[in-house]
């Protein structure tokens, strides 16, 4: 059999591209190394402005929902406040998110391998060859959304993706909750980054995160998040930590080539100013799967259009990110006095995290603010 289209990769982007694809029609191919569900590093933050691209009711893996932040500068300074959002932000864990849109996409008719290693590809003129740990398999497309660690864009030829290296180092302790679940953000501790402990119903995610580093730079975040998690009174050396990479945004590029197209965190969608990487993945899949299913239809131009797409909307939106984010980590403490003390700050960082105002918009105000500030001394 020769499917319409192979998917590497059961992440948000790859199993978003393909529920939207076997809804359409599409003979769709999911191949994930891992068996599912599987555990991923993650804060687990979601934007409710998720749900605005699928038919779905995601209530059933949503673990709890936050409204309520508490930041601090270098473990002190702390200002807590409630955003006054529509909808309260989402936190999942990630084992059992991902395999809920897996599950989702199954049910449309989409075939999963999973526990499946992706060992090359060859093109054949007009469809991919896909090498798996099982059997060689054919597709007329294919979308690469096997993340920051996989090798499917090296192998298509995306050589010199434009990224930011960026990495982060999690741990889930389990820990009482209060009764009203608040995210916590600290600055000051980490250079180029924050801390942060998201709830879940059953526990934190404390994690770390360095998000503008120059390729050669070298971060060590145990001791810190140690440092950060005993304010908890969580000993991190006894919760499971995972490490991983982000490949950060930093400008528009190409995504496609010949029958194929990067999603997901291979496309380097991650958000430069929080590191937002769920969200842009899953808004990838969905335009691939767009783009795919035009290709399918005879559209000569389709894949190119998936590329134009990403940049006319995610894009236009992180070029924002990315001086937000230069002018935020330059002078950090500034920026923390000037921006995260203001009342109205966490209601607007809230509203951008759920699509209800723009960077663009955010961006500016921001940047008239810490210039005031600069200028008073």
């Not at 808004?283 to 131009?301: H, K, L, M």
Request: hydrophobic content about 40%; overall charge neutral.
């Amino acid at each position: 059999m020769v499917f319409d289209c192979l998917i590497v990769g059961a992440g948000p982007a790859g199993a978003s591209a393909a529920y939207h694809l076997t809804k359409a029609g599409a003979a769709v191919l999911l191949i994930d190394r891992a068996p599912l569900p599987r555990d991923k590093p993650c804060g687990g933050g979601v934007s409710p402005q998720v749900a605005q691209w699928f038919d779905l009711d995601f209530s059933p893996v949503i673990s709890t929902t936050v409204r309520r932040v508490r930041y601090t500068w270098k473990l002190g300074d702390p200002i807590e406040a409630e955003a006054d959002i529509t909808e309260p932000l989402w936190m999942v864990r990630r084992s059992t998110f991902d395999h809920f849109l897996v599950k989702q996409a199954q049910a449309q008719g989409a075939t999963l391998w999973d526990n499946t290693k992706a060992t090359g590809i060859t093109f054949l003129g007009d469809r991919w060859q896909v090498h798996t740990s099982r059997d060689p398999v054919e597709g007329r497309y294919l979308i690469a959304a096997d993340g920051a660690r996989g090798p499917l864009a090296k192998w298509l030829g995306f050589r010199d993706r434009r990224f930011l290296m960026g990495g982060a180092l999690e741990a889930e302790p389990q820990l009482s909750l209060p009764p009203e679940p608040v995210a916590h953000f600290e600055f000051g501790l980490l250079k180029n980054g924050y801390v942060w402990n998201f709830p879940k119903a059953d526990g934190y995610s404390l994690g770390g995160g360095v998000f503008r580093t120059g390729r050669s730079e070298k971060y060590d975040l145990r001791p810190i998040l140690a440092k950060y998690a005993a304010t908890f009174d969580v000993d991190i050396a006894t919760a499971p930590r995972h490490g991983h990479p982000l490949l950060i945004w930093d400008g528009d590029q190409t995504l496609h080539t010949q029958r194929a197209v990067l999603a997901g965190e291979a496309a380097c969608v991650v958000d430069p100013f929080t590191a937002e990487g769920i969200r842009p993945a899953m808004w990838s899949g969905v335009q691939a799967a767009i783009a795919i299913q035009r290709a399918i239809a005879g559209e000569p131009d389709a894949l190119a259009g998936y590329t134009a797409a990403m940049a006319d909307t995610w894009g236009s939106q992180m070029r924002w990110a990315k001086r937000l984010a230069q002018v935020f980590y330059q002078a950090p403490g500034l920026a923390y006095r000037l921006g995260m003390q203001r009342p109205s700050s966490t209601t607007t960082m809230g509203r951008l995290f759920c699509g209800e105002v723009t960077y663009a918009e955010v961006t500016q105000r921001a940047l008239n603010r810490l210039n005031i500030g600069w200028l008073s001394g």
